[in-house]
Each structure stands twice: as C-alpha cells, then as structure tokens.
C-alpha cells in the first residue's frame, strides 16, 4: 500500500503561481517500487485529466496545455513529487490528484484544490 498525501493547493488570481507538494509514504518495497508519479486534476463536470508525470529516472511528460508553464520535479529521497505552477489560468480551476504508479498498481491521492480567480 502507498499512501499519498498532497498539499500546496489554493485560491490565487489568473497569472499567479502555486506549488504543489505530494509525499508519498508506506513500506519500503511499495515506495522503491514506484516507477513513476503525476499530478492530474478534474474540474466541476469534467473528466479528470493528466497535467504531468515523471519517472523516477527523471523524464517528464506534460499535457500540451501546462507546457512552459508547469514543471514537475521529485525527490527520491523525500519520497515527494512537486509541481510548480505558474501564469494559472481561470479555467484551470480544479481538483488536483497525485498519483503513484507502480507496476501492476496505481495509487491516488485525496485531491488539493486550486482556484483561480480572474
């Protein structure tokens, strides 16, 4: 079992910046054997969405609508994954959900919300 818990959410005007944090904690063999962690988020009457992901290598993979704005990064020995989020948009109001990926298994977190007013 892994256990995610995210933070870092909040209300900040459109052009404004947030970071978002997720650590990551369970047994050993279930952290060592996460091979990768993203963020996604799901806003009111929409399907939930992948914002980015990253590998424990370190190769990244973002939605072409975060490119340039949004960075994900991670620390192994934090067992944290961040995602620095800048020039926000209004319609980018959502939920945002970690997720672990081991695999055969995938885990989520409970969801930190972002709002972005104009």
């Known amino acids: 079992q892994v256990q995610l818990v995210e933070s870092g959410g909040g209300s900040v005007q459109a052009g404004g910046s947030l970071r978002l944090s997720c650590v990551a904690s369970?047994?050993?063999?279930?952290?060592?054997?996460?091979?990768?962690m993203g963020w996604y988020r799901q806003a009111p009457g929409k399907q939930r969405e992948l914002a980015a992901t990253?590998?424990?290598?370190?190769?990244?993979n973002y939605a072409d609508t975060v490119k340039g704005r949004f960075t994900i990064s991670r620390d192994n020995a934090k067992n944290t994954v961040y995602m620095q989020m800048n020039s926000l948009k209004t319609e980018e109001t959502a939920v945002y959900y970690c997720?672990?990926?081991?695999?055969?298994?995938?885990?989520w977190g409970q969801g930190t919300q972002v709002t972005v007013s104009s």
């Open positions: 997720k672990a990926m081991r695999p055969t298994t995938a885990y």
């Open positions: 369970g047994s050993i063999l279930s952290i060592i054997s996460i091979n990768a």
């Open positions: 990253i590998k424990r290598g370190g190769d990244t």
